[in-house]
């Protein structure tokens, strides 16, 4: 018999809303908070968030707030479920209004811009340490839409504490959605985090009527990528191939609820960046992530060639055709060498 608790969750869109299902699911109340207050009144009255999931009926343990002080009032779990470029904003709020420490679970899948952090990082830096007792790291194979309609998915929860993670495991853990545990949180986080760069690619490739030969190449090559650059950083290479890495990146790269892949479909035929973004209502993780993990090649001095040109793509302005030419044309190499040196990287650092 699970433990029955008051869970906070800071964010309502998709996400968020379906990770509040899941919890509810389990018996726990849930406070979920937004800013706009329309929407707070819906799902408390009509239990319903129609501009996220349309269709789905909410548990009546869903309580909806705009006020974050009543949303916090008494808890000590929060999960942070807004877009990467929301986290430091909110912690700043959340810093102004806790006093007592707080387990933090953050579901985003990005990394940021410039300082290059990631997300457990700008959690570190922006929350003192008597705030915040650990940090789970919530990711995987998961669309919301078939969360919320309670098809069978299975995530990771990853912690440098391991009885953390087993918490998290625990209130989220049911017969529809399965938690496995995990202590790399670099490889999480960055698995996570550019999967949605190369889910615009595969987006885009689909876009311009390549088939499926070369989305399978996409994906196979741009988890090389992935793993090349989070071994350099200090993740274990197995991570990688697991729920947040190959299948987080499979679900990602190939289904239509992917907001990323279809951002990249919509390039691929020609539409403008800004154009697709407007028309997308939602936040696009993969294109503000294609910045920071180019940087990230650079500052690691990794070979990431798929992300480069993504990246000429979208801040460039370079024709997504011409990009995928050359692609192709790049020197030879050998495919056994390449994995091998992900591994050497790895053994490497010990």
Request: hydrophobic share 40%.
């Amino acid at each position: 018999m699970k433990n029955k608790e008051r869970i906070a969750i800071v964010g309502a869109g998709s996400w968020g809303t379906a990770l509040a299902i899941v919890l509810a699911d389990n018996g726990h109340e849930v406070r979920l908070w937004m800013h706009n207050k329309d929407r707070v009144n819906e799902i408390n009255e009509r239990h319903t968030n129609s501009q996220y999931l349309p269709g789905i009926e909410l548990p009546v343990n869903i309580i909806a707030s705009d006020s974050l002080v009543q949303v916090l009032d008494g808890l000590d779990t929060v999960v942070l479920a807004v877009p990467t470029k929301a986290i430091r904003e909110v912690l700043q709020s959340i810093k102004q209004i806790q006093k007592t420490p707080l387990t933090i679970v953050h579901v985003s899948k990005g990394i940021e811009p410039n300082t290059l952090m990631r997300i457990s990082e700008m959690i570190k830096e922006e929350l003192p340490e008597e705030l915040c007792s650990d940090i789970v790291v919530l990711s995987g194979p998961s669309h919301a839409e078939e969360v919320s309609l309670r098809h069978p998915t299975t995530v990771t929860a990853s912690s440098e504490n391991m009885q953390a993670a087993e918490r998290i495991q625990d209130i989220f853990m049911n017969q529809h959605f399965r938690v496995y545990t995990n202590t790399d949180v670099v490889g999480v986080e960055i698995g996570g985090a550019l999967k949605n760069v190369i889910a615009l690619a595969a987006g885009l490739s689909d876009g311009l009527g390549y088939g499926d030969n070369a989305k399978a190449a996409l994906i196979t090559r741009g988890l090389a990528e992935i793993a090349r650059l989070g071994t350099k950083m200090g993740a274990n290479p197995l991570t990688f191939s697991g729920l947040a890495g190959i299948g987080d990146l499979i679900v990602t790269c190939t289904s239509v609820h992917s907001r990323n892949w279809r951002a990249g479909n919509m390039l691929g035929k020609g539409q403008k960046l800004q154009d697709v973004l407007e028309s997308m209502g939602m936040v696009v993780e993969g294109v503000r992530t294609t910045r920071a993990a180019r940087q990230l090649s650079v500052k690691y001095d990794v070979e990431m060639p798929i992300t480069e040109a993504l990246y000429r793509i979208l801040f460039e302005g370079q024709e997504p055709k011409a990009a995928v030419d050359e692609l192709m044309a790049r020197m030879k190499t050998n495919e056994m060498e390449d994995l091998v040196d992900i591994i050497d990287r790895r053994q490497g650092d010990k």
